[in-house]
């Protein structure tokens, strides 16, 4: 089946630096890839809707500045977290979507726990 | 606003139990419905989709689907303790392109 291969899994890093997370599909082209934050105990809410070679679409109450999202090939999407603060910890998971519907339409990665300290 | 609404629970049940989750959902647009597993700390994982109103079936696995009243749902059957998780109801709302929207989860636990 498709596979997505998200990295890191883990970050820990100061306030105020930046982190690149990356989200690799691995056997499949995704034309769209989606990015989403989970709290503790919360469910994943969408934050953006990247499509390959495009400008990011972000969820209202999403700043774009500080998180920065690039899909620029059929295979990789990043997400920078800019001058990250410790209320940006969270868990990060990219989703990726392929050329067709069914079971396989949409394809998580492992997510990548953010901690900011 | 687009919603998708499920009992956080928990929810427990005896080993070799049936385990029903619940999911409605608000935005009669919605074309897919899925039901994903989530482990603490792990990425969810697809346990079943459904499309069209009714019931489908994968092993100890039934989905149902009633668009009429916007209410899917997940059967276990033979619950096992290796079940218990986190079960995400997500939905494909259409209009806001092709992502999907999660419900906040129920959590299942099963013991032995």
């Known amino acids: 089946g498709a596979v997505v291969s998200q990295h890191p899994s883990r970050v820990i890093c100061k306030s105020g630096t930046s982190v690149k997370i990356e989200c690799r599909s691995l056997?499949?082209?995704?034309?769209?890839m989606f990015w989403y934050r989970q709290f503790p105990k919360q469910s994943l809410m969408l934050m953006a809707t990247s499509n390959e070679g495009s400008k990011a679409t972000y969820e209202q109450g999403v700043e774009k500045d500080k998180f920065l999202i690039n899909h620029a090939s059929l295979t990789l999407s990043t997400l920078t977290v800019t001058s990250a603060h410790p209320e940006d910890s969270s868990f990060y998971i990219c989703s990726a979507r392929g050329g067709g519907e069914g079971d396989y339409g949409y394809t998580f990665g492992s997510g990548t726990r953010l901690t900011v300290v | 606003q687009k919603e998708v609404e499920q009992n956080s629970g928990p929810l427990s049940v005896p080993e070799g139990a049936i385990a029903s989750l619940n999911c409605t959902y608000s935005d009669r647009g919605s074309q897919s419905f899925f039901w994903y597993r989530q482990y603490s700390g792990k990425s969810p994982e697809l346990i079943m989709s459904i499309y069209s109103n009714g019931d489908k079936e994968d092993g100890r696995f039934t989905a149902q689907l009633n668009k009429a009243s916007q209410y899917v749902s997940l059967l276990i059957r033979d619950s096992q303790p290796s079940d218990s998780a986190t079960y995400l109801c997500?939905?494909?709302?259409?209009?806001?392109?092709?992502?999907?929207?999660f419900g906040k989860g129920t959590t299942l636990s099963v013991s032995s």
């Open positions: 056997d499949f082209q995704a034309t769209t």
């Open positions: 997500a939905v494909n709302v259409w209009q806001a392109g092709t992502a999907l929207i």
